[in-house]
Nanobody
Framework: QVQLVESGGGLVQPGGSLRLSCAAS????????MGWYRQGPGKARDLVVR???????NYADSVKGRFTISRDSAKNTMYLQMNSLKPEDTAVYYC?????????WGQGTQVTVSS
């Protein structure tokens, strides 16, 4: 059994910062990759960034230079540091993991960027 729980969302002004967390529970011995997706109202769920078990990562062009993914293996927790936030970053953010060929999703956390 694997469960993913996001936290850290909220309301922030343009130019501000937030750090999202994704805590994983259950028996996780290895994973293919973990990452973050987001979905705005009426939009598709798009990849924000993913990180492989080897530590490499790739980012969507829209967040490069502003967002940073990291992982704490000891805590089974993944983070998304978001800086220089823009109104277009407003969305529900989901953590995702592919483990042994199966996909797992968190419940999502709302991020709203507005003045």
């Amino acid at each position: 059994q694997v469960q993913l729980v996001e936290s850290g969302g909220g309301l922030v002004q343009p130019g501000g910062s937030l750090r999202l967390s994704c805590a994983a529970s259950g028996s996780i011995f290895s994973f293919n990759y973990m990452g973050w997706y987001r979905q705005g109202p009426g939009k598709a769920r798009d990849l924000v960034v993913r990180i492989t078990s080897g530590g490499s990562s790739n980012y969507a062009d829209s967040v490069k230079g502003r967002f940073t993914i990291s992982r704490d293996s000891a805590k089974n927790t993944m983070y998304l540091q978001m800086n220089s936030l823009k109104p277009e970053d407003t969305a529900v953010y989901y953590c995702n993991a592919w483990i042994s060929g199966d996909a797992y999703w968190g419940q999502g956390t709302q991020v709203t960027v507005s003045s």
